[in-house]
């Protein structure tokens, strides 16, 4: 309850107008008033034990610099009693937890063939969209980013990461792609007609958006806004946990700016599927 609706309303927070020009509306505080009646009058008259939550908004307007705040009555929560009910219309209620997936990543085999197995792994965040990159039969690593759209070779997606060159690749992985009858780096590039950043961000947004034309940069933001955005793609504190155990990193899970996916991140996931498939 201390937190939580900070937590909550940081996914919207700040709200901007649709060219984000012209208005910020930033939520600032939350406060929680007094419970509106005691739970023995919540039952005997049938109404729900609750109190009102305010909050200390403030709207900017980014053309003057003109700032106000006001503080705005945002909802009524419904709290917990001491023996641990919600009462609900005057009715005792109680929360079950369901059980959900674990934030994080897991590898898991994808294909059985005659004299191996194929594996691929799937990256899970807290909140946002699931990702799986897999290999084929031809030992090609590929990530699907949207659903029902063609798939993104992994090397295509270093290179919109600042790894241009084949060269760059081929170093990043040196030392897992070793297998000598499995060479997935090279099996990918001969795939990837991309040859630098700019090619790599066309190909992969004519992919996603084949529809729609836009400048190269702003291609390049949203397709770096699916993985690395915290609105739209956080790994939450169990899900940093997990990459930080399984991968090696040291990233701080009470932090919450540390709770994201960084490109480092796809590299050891990359270099970890290497070593599973080897």
């Known amino acids: ?9 940081s996914e919207i927070n700040p709200v901007k107008d649709t060219m984000e020009r012209m208005w910020t509306l930033e939520f600032k505080d939350f406060k929680y008033g007094d419970p509106y009646r005691s739970v023995e009058e919540a039952i005997t ?10 909050a200390k908004v403030q709207l900017l307007n980014n053309k003057t610099g003109e700032i106000k705040e006001q503080e705005i ?35 898991e085999e994808s294909e059985k063939l005659p004299l191996r197995s194929i594996y691929k792994v799937r990256l899970m965040p807290g909140k946002g969209p699931w990702y799986e ?13 949207l ?18 060159t084949d060269e760059e690749i ?43 034309a836009v400048t190269w940069e702003s291609a390049e933001k949203y397709i770096k806004s699916n993985f690395f955005s915290k609105r739209r793609f956080d790994l939450g504190k169990i ?23 960084y490109p480092e991140d796809i590299i050891l996931i990359v270099k970890k599927l290497i070593r599973v498939n080897n």
Not at 45 to 54: A, D, H, N, Q, T
Not at 84 to 102: E, K, L, S
């Open 170 to 212: 081929r170093n990043l992985f040196k030392d897992v792609d070793t297998n000598e009858e499995y060479k997935y780096i090279d099996a990918t590039l001969a795939r990837d007609f991309t040859t630098n950043k700019e090619e790599a961000v066309i190909s992969i947004y004519n992919k996603l958006r084949p529809d729609e």
């Open 133 to 145: 990159i897999d290999t084929n039969r031809h030992n090609v690593i590929s990530m699907r980013i």
């Open 45 to 54: 008259k049938g109404l729900s034990y609750e109190v009102p939550v305010y």
């Open 1 to 9: 309850l201390a937190n939580g609706f900070q937590r909550l309303f």
């Open 239 to 261: 899900g940093r946990y997990q990459l930080n155990r399984k991968l090696g990193t040291t990233y701080d899970v009470n932090n919450e700016d540390e709770c994201v996916l």
């Open 73 to 107: 009555f945002v909802t009524d929560l419904p709290i917990m009693t001491n023996d641990g009910v919600f009462i609900f219309n005057g009715v005792r209620r109680v929360v079950t937890h369901q059980i959900v997936r674990a934030e994080g990543v897991l590898y």
């Open 147 to 164: 659903p029902k759209r063609p798939k993104v070779l992994i090397t295509e997606f270093l290179r919109v990461l600042g790894y241009e």
